[in-house]
């Protein structure tokens, strides 16, 4: 299945937190011609309100009043599942998208209590195994990934030359995770100091290296400045920023690296060197994709 729309029963109800599945909600939405209203918080109102800065964004009461279906993101925060469980009270149909490969059964479960959809989205042959696995009461359907599409396509588009050999442009995806192994150590951190001490693992230009960390919609921009500043005496240039769209990002990097992000899947798609940055004892990686290298191999 292509296209969504199949699945609607309009009017259509839009509930998103998280930014992974409301980029690829609101790709989907900036075609569909149906009747729909929208609630977005966290994340996910900046991206929506970058596309659409005129658009009223309502309360999930508001939204569900009147709807037949509900479309929702399942990410950690509790918005997306309180309004799941809201329209089974109403009886709307219920459809939600998973956006990645990790931790399919708590996102639909709160305080021990599980809450699933009448039908999950998922948008590849992999997560299609991994959600008939987790749910198989449960409708799952395949449509094609067009936020993916989107941004590789445009990526591709916005590159000036090949990547560099030896590499002069390191992006780094940041990623907000914990991992129960390193105790309270944020994961992202140790990953980066994994990468700064074992840069003579990968073919770096000698003369000029340049680094931009690219934060995640959900941290602060300057959660990564003591990084910096313990680092940007290593290379040319040591930026961080948000300020620039995922795909120019990728488009001006030589290699990709990060822990087990999206992102990742759009670099090797974009046929961009890509590499996790994970340290030994993590078992955080669940991007199935061989193309990722990994430098702790």
């Given at each position: 299945m292509d296209k969504l729309e199949d699945l609607i029963v309009p009017p259509l109800a839009v509930v998103c937190h998280d930014a992974g599945s409301a980029n690829e909600i609101i790709t989907w939405l900036k075609g569909y011609k149906?009747?729909?209203?929208?609630?977005?918080?966290?994340?996910?109102?900046?991206?929506?309100?970058?596309?659409?800065?005129?658009?009223?964004?309502?309360?999930?009461?508001?939204?569900?009043?009147?709807?037949?279906?509900?479309?929702?993101?399942?990410?950690?925060?509790?918005?997306?599942?309180?309004?799941?469980?809201?329209a089974k009270k109403k009886s709307i149909k219920t459809i939600a998208v998973i956006d990645h490969w990790t931790d399919y059964k708590?996102?639909?479960?709160?305080?021990?209590?599980?809450?699933?959809?009448?039908?999950?989205?998922?948008?590849?042959?992999?997560?299609?195994?991994?959600?008939?696995?987790?749910?198989?009461?449960?409708?799952?359907?395949?449509?094609?990934?067009?936020?993916?599409?989107?941004?590789?396509?445009?990526?591709?588009?916005?590159?000036?030359?090949?990547?560099?050999?030896?590499?002069?442009?390191?992006?780094?995806?940041?990623?907000?995770?914990?991992?129960?192994?390193?105790k309270r150590n944020y994961l992202e951190f140790a990953s980066i100091d994994f990468l700064m001490s074992n840069l003579n693992k990968i073919n770096l230009s000698k003369s000029l290296v340049n680094i931009n960390l690219r934060t995640h919609p959900s941290e602060s921009l300057d959660k990564y400045d003591f990084f910096q500043n313990k680092y940007q005496?290593?290379?040319?240039?040591?930026?961080?920023?948000?300020?620039?769209?995922?795909?120019?990002?990728?488009?001006?990097?030589?290699?990709?690296?990060?822990?087990?992000?999206f992102a990742l899947v759009v670099s090797i798609h974009a046929k961009i060197p890509t590499m996790s940055i994970l340290p030994?004892?993590?078992?955080?990686?669940?991007?199935?994709?061989?193309?990722?290298?990994?430098l702790r191999d």
């Amino acid at each position: 299945m292509d296209k969504l729309e199949d699945l609607i029963v309009p009017p259509l109800a839009v509930v998103c937190h998280d930014a992974g599945s409301a980029n690829e909600i609101i790709t989907w939405l900036k075609g569909y011609k149906g009747d729909f209203r929208v609630c977005m918080e966290g994340p996910a109102r900046k991206i929506w309100n970058f596309f659409f800065p005129d658009s009223e964004i309502l309360t999930v009461k508001k939204v569900l009043d009147g709807s037949n279906t509900l479309l929702s993101g399942t990410g950690a925060a509790k918005l997306e599942y309180f309004a799941r469980i809201e329209a089974k009270k109403k009886s709307i149909k219920t459809i939600a998208v998973i956006d990645h490969w990790t931790d399919y059964k708590g996102r639909f479960t709160r305080d021990g209590n599980e809450e699933l959809p009448d039908i999950v989205i998922v948008t590849d042959d992999y997560a299609y195994e991994i959600a008939q696995a987790c749910f198989p009461s449960r409708s799952i359907i395949q449509v094609r990934n067009s936020y993916l599409q989107q941004e590789v396509e445009l990526a591709q588009s916005a590159r000036t030359k090949e990547c560099n050999k030896p590499i002069e442009n390191i992006l780094i995806i940041g990623e907000q995770c914990r991992d129960s192994s390193l105790k309270r150590n944020y994961l992202e951190f140790a990953s980066i100091d994994f990468l700064m001490s074992n840069l003579n693992k990968i073919n770096l230009s000698k003369s000029l290296v340049n680094i931009n960390l690219r934060t995640h919609p959900s941290e602060s921009l300057d959660k990564y400045d003591f990084f910096q500043n313990k680092y940007q005496h290593l290379f040319a240039e040591f930026k961080i920023s948000s300020k620039n769209e995922l795909y120019e990002d990728i488009a001006w990097a030589d290699i990709v690296v990060g822990m087990s992000s999206f992102a990742l899947v759009v670099s090797i798609h974009a046929k961009i060197p890509t590499m996790s940055i994970l340290p030994p004892g993590s078992d955080y990686f669940a991007l199935p994709f061989k193309e990722i290298m990994h430098l702790r191999d």
